[in-house]
């Protein structure tokens, strides 16, 4: 087997930057989505309560499956990094 080189590693780096960046965007859409509620409670609005009514949502949805998706690369990556050794 050959020994991982300086991409490999880059390439994980690059993956595990792009995932704990997914939650930090996931952070945020659970914190606009408090406020609304915040909001609602305080003074309903037709528009508002449409928009509550959806979330999380598609949005939240897809980023929590890319995160998902990514970790399964991810996991083949290390896989090559750090054999498990017989």
């Not at 792009?18 to 659970?30: A, C, I, K, N, S």
């Not at 897809?62 to 996991?75: D, F, N, S």
Request: aromatic share 8%.
């Amino acid at each position: 087997m050959t020994p991982p080189d300086d991409a490999d590693f880059a390439r994980v780096d690059q993956m595990l930057g792009e995932v704990q960046m997914r939650h930090f965007e996931l952070g945020g859409m659970v914190g606009e989505y408090r406020a609304m509620v915040s909001d609602l409670q305080e003074r309903e609005n037709e528009d508002s309560l449409k928009l509550a009514r959806g979330l999380p949502g598609a949005r939240y949805y897809v980023q929590t499956e890319h995160i998902r998706q990514t970790w399964l690369k991810l996991e083949v990556e290390l896989r090559k990094l750090f054999p498990k050794e017989d």
